[in-house]
């Protein structure tokens, strides 16, 4: 399964950007599907994650209120709405799908940057 992450970009504290992941398999509506960061001398963390269904949602507590994980199956893609951006988001941003055997995929990552 093959991960297109899109949307990155140069913000300003507050602006919002919207990520996407498009997959070219069919597959990718029956897998979970998650965005995780990874910012200079950091460790990657998890940031939201979605359910095959899209009825499940996961969001870390720096991000719940201002993210919002979604999926649309028509075009096979995930989004992260992030809005209210703040410095400390700043990151490089991949998703990640996992099979319903637990193989993970990773897209090749998006840079976000946040400016205040």
């Known amino acids: 399964v093959q991960l297109q992450a899109s949307g990155g970009g140069s913000v300003q504290t507050g602006d919002l950007l919207r990520l996407s992941c498009a997959a070219s398999d069919p597959r990718f509506k029956d897998y979970a599907v998650g965005w995780f960061r990874q910012a200079p001398g950091k460790e990657r963390e998890g940031v939201a994650c979605i359910s095959p269904g899209g009825s499940v949602t996961y969001y870390r507590n720096s991000v719940e209120g201002r993210f919002t994980i979604s999926r649309d199956i028509r075009s096979n893609t995930v989004y992260l709405q992030m809005n209210s951006l703040e410095p400390e988001d700043t990151a490089v941003y991949y998703c990640?799908?996992?099979?319903?055997?637990?193989?993970?995929?990773w897209g090749q990552g998006t840079q976000v940057t946040v400016s205040s």
């Open positions: 990640n799908a996992r099979d319903t055997t637990g193989i993970n995929y």
